[in-house]
Structure formats: structure tokens, C-alpha cells
């Protein structure tokens, strides 16, 4: 049982160490610095993206505007429609031409407003993005530097904790601490419980029959979650 007492002093002193990594991990710094670093990393391919989609946009409003003048520009083929009635020609017919031209001109009127809407849209997410880009930059520099700092002296207090850590360990059996160890960095945390009516406390798994004779005489491990196991 002296392995069992060890082990549980270890995690003791253990879940301090934890408790500090999780507060960090947590932190208003670290969660500064990792959303303005995250933020930066992905701006690039965005504001790419952005700038293709203007230049893609931008091409087709070029095309529909040089479309909107030629057929403008087939207009002028009936300027001289008063001669041609002179001339005695289907005055009719020539009225349907127009007509038809001239809802043609309003249909790619109207695609070209859209497209200048879209245009103008996506130039202004552009600038937008830009400018945080520029703002998250400068506060990244500051979120880094608080980081920095904010880390160091977690260290140091990690560094306290680890050194009582080392003292303890010397005291485990090292087949039995390395596998805490295994445990404990798959974020197994409680690694050591008592047994509560021949189940593991954490997942309710009941004991085997060879883990209810294991556990009577000292360690033995929950089949489903790994954790060590031990009798109160
Ligand atoms: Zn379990």
C-alpha cells in the first residue's frame, strides 16, 4: 500500500501543476495572443481571396459594359428610320427591332447595376479586413509581449511545483510512474482513484474478477479508462 500512498501524494502535489497549466491554457493572455495570431495567419488567403473575386467581378462588369455598347452602338442602324419609311418600308417590323433591342439594353443595364453592387461590396469587406489586419498586427505585437511575460512567470511557478514533483517521484515505483506519466499526458486526470463498490469512479466500470484480486492487494487499472485504481 506504500506505492498507493506515494502515488496519491504525487497526485496531490500533481493536480497543482495541472491547475496552473489549465489556468493558463484558459488565460485572457494566451486567448488574446492565440486569436490575434490565428486571425493573422488565415488574413492573408482571405484578403486573396477577397482581391480575386474583385478582379473576376471587375472582369465581367468590363465585358457586359463593352456588350451594352456594341449593342448601343446597333441603335444608330435605325437613326435613319424616317427615310426608310419614306422609302415605303414595314414600319412595323422596325418597331419590333427597336423594342427588342431596347429591353436587351435594359436587362444587361440592370446585370450591370448588380454587378457594380457586388463590386462595391466586395472592395469595401476588403478594406475592412484590411484595416483589422493592420489593427490585429499592431495588437498582436503588445498580446505577444504580455504573453511572453504572463508565461514566464507561470513557468516559474510550474518550476516550484515540478521540483516537489521530482522529490516525490523518487519515492515510485518507476514501471508504475512511468505509466502515470503516459496517463497523466493523454489528460487522464485523476490517474489514482479509490474504487467505489468495485467500480471505477470516474466511468462506472465495474471491476473483472482478476482487478477485484489485483485491487485487494494493492494497484490495479480500470479496463475502460485506464485510470489506477485502488481500495480506500
Ligand atoms: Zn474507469
Do not use: W
Not at 94 to 114: G, H, P, R, T
Request: charged share 40%; glycine share 2%.
Amino acid at each position: 500500500m506504500k506505492q498507493v500512498e506515494q502515488l496519491l501524494k504525487y497526485q496531490e502535489e500533481d493536480s497543482k501543476l495541472l491547475k496552473i497549466e489549465q489556468d493558463a491554457a484558459a488565460s485572457e493572455e494566451r486567448k488574446n495572443y492565440s486569436q490575434a495570431k490565428s486571425f493573422l495567419t488565415k488574413a492573408p488567403e482571405k484578403l486573396e481571396a477577397l482581391d480575386a473575386k474583385a478582379r473576376e467581378l471587375s472582369a465581367i462588369l468590363e465585358k457586359l459594359n463593352k456588350k451594352y455598347a456594341e449593342i448601343e452602338e446597333t441603335l444608330k442602324d435605325f437613326d435613319n428610320l424616317n427615310e426608310l419609311i419614306d422609302e415605303g418600308a414595314d414600319i412595323s417590323f422596325y418597331k419590333k427591332n427597336v423594342a427588342q433591342i431596347s429591353d436587351k439594353l435594359k436587362a444587361i443595364k440592370s446585370e450591370v447595376s448588380a454587378l457594380q453592387k457586388a463590386v462595391k461590396e466586395s472592395d469595401e469587406e476588403y478594406k475592412a479586413l484590411k484595416k483589422k489586419t493592420i489593427a490585429t498586427q499592431k495588437e498582436y505585437a503588445e498580446y505577444s509581449e504580455t504573453y511572453k511575460k504572463y508565461k514566464e512567470t507561470k513557468l516559474k511557478e510550474m518550476k516550484t511545483v515540478q521540483d516537489g514533483l521530482d522529490k516525490l517521484a523518487k519515492g515510485i515505483d518507476p514501471e508504475i510512474f512511468k505509466k502515470y506519466q503516459a496517463k497523466r499526458s493523454e489528460k487522464i486526470f485523476p490517474v489514482i482513484c479509490a474504487v467505489q463498490n468495485d467500480r471505477c469512479p470516474k466511468c462506472g466500470t465495474e471491476l473483472s474478477i482478476s482487478g477485484k484480486e489485483k485491487v485487494a492487494n494493492g494497484v490495479t487499472e480500470c479496463e475502460y479508462c485506464h485510470r489506477f485504481l485502488y481500495k480506500d
